[in-house]
C-alpha cells in the first residue's frame, strides 16, 4: 500500500527532526516495526468486519503538514466551548498554537507532550506511564511509532482541577489531504478530579486522518470525565483509540457525541485494575449522508466489585452506517461485578445500515452482566398525538429524538457541554426547539 | 392388514441378524486412511450411486481442498488431521451381549435414571433381545401408515437409487458443497443420513422422532440429512437420543438441510449427547454441524436443540426467512460440564416482507467449560417489517467456567424492529437455601433451578422427549455443586 510505504520512508526524517537521544526512541522504532508487520486494518480482521477504512487510506496524506498556518481567534472561536473559563491544549495541523491555547504549570500540569517527553523534569511520569497501557495493535502501534505532540495533563494528589481542560485539534486544510497522530497522556493521582473536552476540527473541506492514542491513568479515589465531540467536516475521518485504566474507588466516564465526520472509529478502552470502580461509557450518534460511526469498546473487569454502565444511542439517516461492538471481559477473579450494556438504534432511512455485535466474555459465577440491543423506529402515536396538538411533524420527530437520546445527555456534568450538544442536535435535525433539555 | 404374527417377526429378526453377518464379513474391507478424488470415487461407487452424484461429491472435494479450516469459533481442541481417518467403513459391529447384566452398570443407571423402558434399554446398550415385540410391530405399522400418506422417509443412499429426481432437485440447494469447511467435507464423503419428503398439504400423523428412536441404526460419522416439506404440509422431526452414545469416531461433520415450501411446517428438534471426554477433558466427540432450512412464504421452521455431549461443539442451526411472512424459531438449551466446549447459536436471515424469527438460547456452564452463544440476526434492506427477538441466558456454576455471547445484528431495513438480551447469572445462595430449608438436598434443588431457567426451551421438545431431556440435564450436571 501507497501510504504504508510512505509511512515507514517518512520515519527516519521523522526520527532525525526531534530528539533522537530520548528513550521513546526504542518504544516509537519498535511500533514502528509492529506496524511494519500489521499494516494498515482490513475488514478480514474480526475488529474491523463492518468498518473499512479502504477509501481513507487511498488519498495521499501529507504526513507532516510543516507549513505554519495561523487561524483567526474568531474564525475558530465558535468550536471552543467559550461561554465558561478553561483551560485549552491547541493544535493546529498537528502544532502547537501557544496563541490560542491557554496552559498551566501552577499546582497541575496542562502542557505539550513535546515537552513532555523531552525535559527531565516529566521523566518520572512519562517513564511510568507513557505507552504502557496502549494496545500492540496496527493504529496504535502507527501512532506510538510518531508519537511526538498532543496533550500532556498530569493532575497531582488532592487537586480538584476548578476548570475544564479543552483539547482542541485543528486542521486547517492547507494541503490537499493532512494525517495528524496526535498522542495525548492523562494521569490523575489519588484524589484527583479533573474534566476534559477533546474535540477534532477541520476547517475546510479538505481531507484529513486522524490517528489519535490517549492514555488515561485515574488512580484511587480519582474522577475523570471525558467529553469528546465528533461534529467534524464530510471528509474528516477519524480514528479516536481511547486506553483508561482505572484504580480503587475510581470513577471515570466517556462521553462520545458523533455527529459529523466522515468515518468515525472509536477505539474505547477500560481496565479496572482495583476495586469498587465505576466506568461509564456513554455516546449518542446521530448521523445522514454516507457517514459511518463505529464504536468499539471494551471493558475488562480484572478485580472484584466492580461496575460498568455502557448506553449507546443512535440515529441514523440516509445511507449512514453505524457500528457499536461493544464486549465486556470478566475474569474468574472478578466476583460480584455489575456490567451493564445498552445499545438502542433508529432507523430513519431505508438505506441506512446498523451492525451490532454486543459481546459478553464472562468467567466468574457471581455476577450480574446483561446486555440489550434494540433496532426500531420513532413511534408514530407518539408522533401522531403531539401533531394533533398543534406541534408540526419535524419538532414532534425531533423531540421524540431527544427523549430518546437523553438518558446519555442527562449525565453530561457540565452545563454549557450538555447546552452545546443539545443546539448541535438540533441544528442538526433543522428545527428550534426553544427550551432547554 | 394380514396379523402380524410371531412367525413374521421371527423371520424378521432372522433377516437382522443376517445383516450384521453380511456387514461382518465387508468390515474387513474397510477403507485405508486418508482423503482423495479416488477416495471419494471408491465411497459413491460403494454406494452405487449415479454419474451426477459422483461428480456432485468430486465437486465439493475440489472445493474442500482448497479451503481453510476456520479458526474463528471460541472454542480450543487439536485439529483433527484429515488424512488419518478412514473415510469409509462399514457400520461397526458392537458385541452382542447375553443379558443387561454384562452391561456397563454406569450406562445403565444412566438408563434407568433417565426413564428408559427395560426393552429399550436393552436395544441401546445392544443387547441380544428375544422378542421386541412392541417396537418392531409398531414400526412395522408406521412405515404404512407413512406410506399411505406419501411419505418419504429412508436412508438418503436409498433415495439416492430410488428418488434421484427429488434428491437431485434438493440437495446442496439450503447449504451449498462451497458453504464451508465442514460442509464441503461431508459433501464429499458423506455416508449416509436421512431422507424425508412430504408430500403437498399432507400433515404427518406422527412425530417421525418416534419412528426414528425405534429403528435407532447405527448413526454415521459424516451424515447427510435433508427434509423437504410440499406445500402445506407438515412434520416434526427428531434426531438424536437421550441416552449417552458411546460412538469411537472423534470427528462428526454433519449437514441437515431443511427446506420448507409455500405454507409448510418443519419442526425439528435434536437431543445430543455424545460422548463429552472423560473428567480431564480427555476424549471425546468432535461435533461440527452445520444444519439450515429455508422457509418459503409462509412457512415456518422451528429448530430445538438440547445439546449435553461432545467435548467440542460448533453448531449454528439457521433460517433462511425468504418467502414473506414466514418464521423461523430456534430453541437451545447447551450444557456444558468438565472441560467441554460448545460454541453454538443460530442466524436468521430475513429476506420476506414480515418475516419473524425468535431465539431463545439457554446456556448453562459448569466445571472448567466453556459455552459461547454465537448468533446473527441479518435484515436485509427488501425485508419490510421484519420481527426478532432474541434471549440468550447464561448460567454460571463455579467460577472454573466461562459464558460467552456473540451476537451479530445486523439491520438494513428501518422497518425492522429488533430486542436482544442476554443476561448472566448464577444459581443465588438464597435461592439454594429456600430449597434446602425445606427439605430439599442442594444437588436437588439446582436442578429444579437449572429446570425452571430452561423451561422455555424444554416445553418446546416433543412430549416424550421432554421429559427425558430434563432429567439428562440433571444427569449432565451431576457433581457440579460450587
Same mark, same amino acid.
Given at each position: 500500500?501507497?501510504?504504508?510505504?510512505?509511512?515507514?520512508?517518512?520515519?527516519?526524517?521523522?526520527?532525525?527532526?526531534?530528539?533522537?537521544?530520548?528513550?521513546?526512541?526504542?518504544?516509537?522504532?519498535?511500533?514502528?516495526?509492529?506496524?511494519?508487520?500489521?499494516?494498515?486494518? #482490513?475488514?478480514?480482521?474480526?475488529?474491523?468486519?463492518?468498518?473499512?477504512?479502504?477509501?481513507?487510506?487511498?488519498?495521499?496524506?501529507?504526513?507532516?503538514?510543516?507549513?505554519?498556518?495561523?487561524?483567526?481567534l474568531? +474564525?475558530?472561536?465558535?468550536?471552543?466551548?467559550? +461561554?465558561?473559563?478553561?483551560?485549552?491544549?491547541?493544535?493546529?495541523?498537528?502544532?502547537?498554537?501557544?496563541?490560542?491555547?491557554?496552559?498551566?504549570?501552577d499546582?497541575?500540569?496542562?502542557?505539550?507532550?513535546?515537552?513532555?517527553?523531552?525535559?527531565?523534569?516529566?521523566?518520572?511520569?512519562?517513564?511510568?506511564?507513557?505507552?504502557?497501557?496502549?494496545?500492540?495493535?496496527?493504529?496504535?502501534?502507527?501512532?506510538?511509532?510518531f508519537?511526538?505532540?498532543?496533550?500532556?495533563?498530569?493532575?497531582?494528589?488532592?487537586?480538584?482541577?476548578?476548570?475544564p481542560?479543552?483539547?482542541?485539534?485543528?486542521?486547517?486544510?492547507?494541503?490537499?489531504?493532512?494525517?495528524?497522530?496526535?498522542?495525548?497522556?492523562?494521569?490523575v493521582?489519588?484524589?484527583?478530579?479533573?474534566?476534559?473536552?477533546?474535540?477534532?476540527?477541520?476547517?475546510?473541506?479538505?481531507?484529513?486522518?486522524s490517528?489519535?492514542?490517549? *492514555?488515561v491513568?485515574?488512580?484511587?479515589?480519582? #474522577?475523570?470525565?471525558?467529553y469528546?465531540?465528533?461534529?467534524?467536516n464530510?471528509?474528516?475521518?477519524?480514528? +479516536?483509540n481511547?486506553?483508561?485504566?482505572?484504580?480503587?474507588?475510581?470513577?471515570?466516564?466517556?462521553?462520545?457525541?458523533?455527529?459529523?465526520?466522515?468515518?468515525?472509529r472509536?477505539?474505547?478502552?477500560?481496565?479496572?485494575?482495583?476495586?469498587?470502580?465505576?466506568?461509564?461509557?456513554?455516546?449518542? @450518534?446521530?448521523?445522514?449522508?454516507?457517514?459511518?460511526?463505529?464504536?468499539? #469498546?471494551?471493558?475488562?473487569?480484572?478485580?472484584?466489585?466492580? *461496575?460498568?454502565?455502557?448506553?449507546?444511542?443512535?440515529?441514523?439517516?440516509?445511507?449512514?452506517?453505524?457500528?457499536?461492538?461493544?464486549?465486556?471481559?470478566v475474569?474468574?477473579?472478578?466476583?460480584? @461485578?455489575?456490567?451493564?450494556?445498552?445499545n438502542?438504534?433508529?432507523?430513519?432511512?431505508?438505506?441506512?445500515?446498523?451492525?451490532?455485535?454486543?459481546?459478553?466474555?464472562?468467567?466468574?459465577? +457471581?455476577?450480574?452482566?446483561?446486555?440489550?440491543?434494540?433496532?426500531?423506529?420513532?413511534?408514530?402515536?407518539?408522533?401522531?398525538?403531539?401533531?394533533?396538538?398543534?406541534?408540526?411533524?419535524?419538532?414532534?420527530?425531533?423531540?421524540l429524538?431527544?427523549?430518546?437520546?437523553? @438518558?446519555?445527555? *442527562?449525565?453530561?456534568?457540565?452545563?454549557?457541554?450538555?447546552?452545546?450538544? @443539545?443546539?448541535?442536535?438540533?441544528?442538526?435535525?433543522?428545527?428550534?426547539?426553544?427550551?432547554?433539555? | 392388514?394380514?396379523?402380524?404374527?410371531? &412367525?413374521?417377526?421371527?423371520?424378521?429378526?432372522?433377516?437382522?441378524?443376517?445383516?450384521?453377518g453380511?456387514?461382518?464379513?465387508?468390515?474387513?474391507?474397510?477403507?485405508?486412511?486418508?482423503?482423495?478424488?479416488?477416495?471419494?470415487?471408491?465411497i459413491?461407487?460403494?454406494?452405487?450411486?449415479?454419474?451426477?452424484?459422483?461428480?456432485?461429491?468430486?465437486?465439493?472435494?475440489?472445493?474442500?481442498?482448497?479451503?481453510?479450516?476456520?479458526?474463528?469459533?471460541?472454542?480450543?481442541?487439536?485439529?483433527?488431521?484429515?488424512?488419518?481417518?478412514?473415510?469409509?467403513?462399514?457400520?461397526k459391529?458392537?458385541?452382542?451381549?447375553?443379558?443387561?447384566?454384562?452391561?456397563d452398570?454406569?450406562?445403565?443407571?444412566?438408563?434407568?435414571?433417565?426413564?428408559?423402558?427395560?426393552?429399550?434399554?436393552?436395544?441401546?446398550?445392544?443387547?441380544?433381545?428375544?422378542?421386541?415385540?412392541?417396537?418392531?410391530?409398531?414400526?412395522?405399522?408406521?412405515?404404512?401408515?407413512?406410506?399411505?400418506?406419501?411419505?418419504?422417509?429412508?436412508?438418503?443412499?436409498?433415495?439416492?437409487?430410488?428418488?434421484?429426481?427429488?434428491?437431485?432437485?434438493?440437495?446442496?440447494?439450503?447449504?451449498?458443497?462451497? &458453504?464451508?469447511?465442514?460442509?464441503?467435507?461431508?459433501?464429499?464423503?458423506?455416508?449416509?443420513?436421512?431422507?424425508?419428503?412430504?408430500?403437498?398439504?399432507?400433515?404427518?400423523?406422527?412425530?417421525?422422532?418416534?419412528?426414528?428412536?425405534?429403528?435407532?441404526?447405527?448413526?454415521?460419522?459424516?451424515?447427510?440429512?435433508?427434509?423437504?416439506? &410440499?406445500?402445506?404440509?407438515?412434520?416434526?422431526?427428531?434426531?438424536?437420543?437421550?441416552?449417552p452414545?458411546?460412538?469411537?469416531n472423534?470427528?462428526h461433520?454433519?449437514?441437515?438441510?431443511?427446506?420448507?415450501?409455500?405454507?409448510?411446517?418443519?419442526?425439528?428438534?435434536?437431543?445430543?449427547?455424545?460422548?463429552?471426554?472423560?473428567?480431564?477433558?480427555?476424549?471425546?466427540?468432535?461435533?461440527?454441524?452445520?444444519?439450515?432450512?429455508?422457509?418459503?412464504?409462509?412457512?415456518?421452521?422451528?429448530?430445538?436443540?438440547?445439546?449435553?455431549?461432545?467435548?467440542?461443539?460448533?453448531?449454528?442451526?439457521?433460517?433462511?426467512?425468504?418467502?414473506?411472512?414466514?418464521?423461523?424459531?430456534?430453541?437451545?438449551?447447551?450444557?456444558?460440564?468438565?472441560?467441554?466446549?460448545?460454541?453454538?447459536?443460530?442466524?436468521?436471515?430475513?429476506l420476506?416482507?414480515?418475516?419473524?424469527?425468535?431465539?431463545?438460547?439457554?446456556?448453562?456452564?459448569?466445571?472448567?467449560?466453556?459455552?459461547?452463544?454465537?448468533?446473527?440476526?441479518?435484515?436485509?434492506?427488501?425485508?419490510?417489517?421484519?420481527?426478532?427477538?432474541?434471549?440468550?441466558?447464561?448460567?454460571?456454576?463455579?467460577?472454573?467456567?466461562?459464558?460467552?455471547?456473540?451476537?451479530?445484528?445486523?439491520?438494513?431495513?428501518k422497518?425492522?424492529?429488533?430486542?436482544?438480551e442476554?443476561t448472566?447469572?448464577?444459581?443465588?445462595?438464597?435461592?439454594?437455601?429456600?430449597?434446602?430449608?425445606?427439605?430439599?438436598?442442594?444437588?436437588?434443588?439446582?436442578?429444579?433451578?437449572?429446570?425452571?431457567?430452561?423451561?422455555?426451551?424444554?416445553?418446546?421438545?416433543?412430549?416424550?422427549?421432554?421429559?427425558?431431556?430434563?432429567?439428562l440435564?440433571?444427569?449432565?450436571?451431576?457433581?457440579?455443586?460450587?
Amino acid at each position: 500500500m501507497e501510504l504504508k510505504e510512505k509511512i515507514l520512508s517518512s520515519y527516519v526524517a521523522f526520527e532525525n527532526g526531534i530528539d533522537i537521544n530520548s528513550d521513546i526512541h526504542e518504544i516509537r522504532t519498535e511500533a514502528l516495526e509492529n506496524f511494519e508487520k500489521l499494516g494498515f486494518p #482490513t475488514k478480514k480482521l474480526e475488529a474491523w468486519k463492518y468498518t473499512s477504512l479502504n477509501s481513507v487510506f487511498k488519498n495521499d496524506y501529507s504526513i507532516f503538514p510543516d507549513k505554519e498556518v495561523t487561524v483567526d481567534l474568531a +474564525d475558530v472561536k465558535k468550536y471552543f466551548i467559550h +461561554d465558561i473559563d478553561t483551560y485549552k491544549v491547541v493544535f493546529i495541523d498537528g502544532k502547537y498554537s501557544s496563541f490560542l491555547s491557554e496552559t498551566t504549570h501552577d499546582a497541575i500540569d496542562v502542557c505539550l507532550m513535546s515537552a513532555a517527553l523531552t525535559k527531565s523534569k516529566y521523566s518520572p511520569v512519562v517513564e511510568n506511564y507513557f505507552n504502557k497501557i496502549a494496545k500492540q495493535d496496527n493504529l496504535t502501534s502507527l501512532n506510538t511509532a510518531f508519537a511526538n505532540e498532543g496533550a500532556y495533563i498530569h493532575i497531582p494528589r488532592n487537586v480538584e482541577v476548578e476548570k475544564p481542560i479543552q483539547i482542541i485539534n485543528f486542521t486547517t486544510g492547507s494541503e490537499a489531504a493532512t494525517m495528524v497522530q496526535p498522542r495525548n497522556l492523562i494521569v490523575v493521582e489519588e484524589n484527583a478530579h479533573v474534566q476534559i473536552i477533546e474535540r477534532n476540527q477541520s476547517l475546510t473541506d479538505n481531507a484529513v486522518l486522524s490517528n489519535i492514542v490517549t *492514555e488515561v491513568f485515574a488512580a484511587k479515589n480519582s #474522577t475523570v470525565d471525558i467529553y469528546k465531540i465528533q461534529n467534524d467536516n464530510i471528509n474528516a475521518s477519524l480514528v +479516536d483509540n481511547s486506553y483508561i485504566e482505572q484504580k480503587t474507588n475510581s470513577v471515570v466516564s466517556v462521553h462520545t457525541f458523533s455527529f459529523g465526520g466522515n468515518i468515525t472509529r472509536n477505539n474505547l478502552n477500560f481496565y479496572q485494575r482495583g476495586e469498587h470502580m465505576d466506568s461509564i461509557l456513554k455516546g449518542i @450518534t446521530i448521523i445522514e449522508g454516507k457517514q459511518h460511526v463505529d464504536h468499539h #469498546t471494551l471493558v475488562h473487569h480484572i478485580e472484584p466489585n466492580c *461496575e460498568s454502565h455502557q448506553d449507546y444511542k443512535g440515529i441514523f439517516n440516509d445511507r449512514s452506517t453505524g457500528v457499536f461492538n461493544g464486549k465486556v471481559i470478566v475474569n474468574k477473579e472478578a466476583q460480584k @461485578t455489575n456490567a451493564y450494556q445498552q445499545n438502542n438504534n433508529v432507523l430513519i432511512s431505508d438505506k441506512a445500515t446498523i451492525n451490532a455485535k454486543p459481546q459478553l466474555e464472562i468467567f466468574a459465577d +457471581d455476577v450480574k452482566c446483561s446486555h440489550g440491543c434494540t433496532i426500531g423506529q420513532l413511534d408514530d402515536d407518539a408522533l401522531f398525538y403531539m401533531q394533533q396538538r398543534g406541534i408540526p411533524k419535524k419538532e414532534g420527530k425531533a423531540l421524540l429524538m431527544f427523549a430518546f437520546a437523553n @438518558t446519555v445527555l *442527562e449525565s453530561v456534568k457540565i452545563p454549557e457541554v450538555k447546552s452545546r450538544i @443539545t443546539k448541535i442536535i438540533a441544528n442538526k435535525l433543522g428545527v428550534d426547539i426553544g427550551f432547554d433539555l | 392388514m394380514s396379523k402380524y404374527t410371531e &412367525d413374521d417377526l421371527e423371520l424378521e429378526l432372522k433377516t437382522k441378524e443376517y445383516e450384521y453377518g453380511f456387514y461382518t464379513d465387508i468390515e474387513s474391507d474397510k477403507f485405508a486412511n486418508g482423503l482423495n478424488e479416488d477416495v471419494v470415487r471408491a465411497i459413491s461407487k460403494k454406494k452405487n450411486e449415479p454419474g451426477w452424484m459422483t461428480e456432485w461429491r468430486l465437486e465439493a472435494y475440489r472445493v474442500w481442498e482448497q479451503m481453510e479450516e476456520p479458526d474463528w469459533a471460541n472454542v480450543n481442541y487439536e485439529k483433527p488431521n484429515f488424512q488419518e481417518i478412514a473415510y469409509y467403513s462399514a457400520p461397526k459391529k458392537k458385541p452382542k451381549l447375553n443379558s443387561l447384566d454384562e452391561v456397563d452398570p454406569e450406562l445403565l443407571d444412566t438408563f434407568k435414571r433417565l426413564g428408559i423402558s427395560l426393552d429399550e434399554q436393552k436395544k441401546l446398550a445392544n443387547v441380544a433381545v428375544d422378542i421386541v415385540m412392541d417396537s418392531v410391530s409398531v414400526a412395522t405399522t408406521f412405515k404404512k401408515t407413512l406410506g399411505e400418506k406419501g411419505i418419504i422417509f429412508m436412508p438418503i443412499s436409498e433415495a439416492i437409487q430410488e428418488h434421484p429426481e427429488l434428491v437431485r432437485k434438493y440437495l446442496g440447494t439450503v447449504v451449498p458443497t462451497t &458453504d464451508n469447511f465442514y460442509a464441503a467435507l461431508n459433501s464429499a464423503v458423506f455416508s449416509d443420513g436421512s431422507f424425508c419428503y412430504i408430500p403437498k398439504g399432507v400433515r404427518c400423523p406422527m412425530e417421525l422422532s418416534t419412528y426414528f428412536r425405534i429403528n435407532e441404526g447405527g448413526t454415521g460419522q459424516f451424515e447427510r440429512t435433508l427434509v423437504v416439506a &410440499d406445500k402445506g404440509s407438515y412434520v416434526s422431526y427428531l434426531e438424536g437420543c437421550t441416552a449417552p452414545s458411546r460412538d469411537e469416531n472423534q470427528l462428526h461433520a454433519a449437514v441437515v438441510e431443511l427446506i420448507a415450501m409455500d405454507d409448510a411446517e418443519i419442526k425439528y428438534s435434536t437431543v445430543q449427547n455424545w460422548y463429552p471426554g472423560d473428567k480431564n477433558g480427555k476424549g471425546g466427540v468432535f461435533n461440527f454441524v452445520t444444519k439450515r432450512g429455508l422457509c418459503e412464504t409462509n412457512a415456518k421452521i422451528s429448530w430445538t436443540q438440547v445439546e449435553t455431549g461432545s467435548a467440542v461443539t460448533w453448531k449454528y442451526p439457521s433460517c433462511v426467512l425468504k418467502g414473506n411472512n414466514s418464521i423461523g424459531e430456534f430453541y437451545s438449551i447447551a450444557v456444558t460440564n468438565n472441560f467441554q466446549q460448545a460454541d453454538t447459536g443460530t442466524k436468521m436471515i430475513h429476506l420476506g416482507k414480515n418475516t419473524k424469527s425468535t431465539i431463545i438460547s439457554k446456556g448453562i456452564s459448569a466445571g472448567n467449560s466453556q459455552n459461547s452463544y454465537r448468533g446473527l440476526v441479518q435484515i436485509n434492506s427488501r425485508a419490510e417489517n421484519a420481527r426478532n427477538f432474541s434471549q440468550c441466558d447464561s448460567l454460571l456454576m463455579g467460577n472454573a467456567c466461562g459464558a460467552h455471547t456473540f451476537p451479530y445484528i445486523e439491520v438494513k431495513n428501518k422497518s425492522a424492529q429488533i430486542e436482544h438480551e442476554a443476561t448472566t447469572s448464577k444459581i443465588g445462595e438464597e435461592q439454594l437455601f429456600y430449597c434446602n430449608q425445606r427439605g430439599i438436598d442442594t444437588e436437588k434443588a439446582i436442578a429444579l433451578i437449572v429446570n425452571g431457567f430452561s423451561k422455555e426451551v424444554l416445553n418446546k421438545l416433543p412430549m416424550e422427549f421432554a421429559v427425558e431431556a430434563q432429567k439428562l440435564l440433571e444427569i449432565s450436571l451431576e457433581g457440579s455443586v460450587g
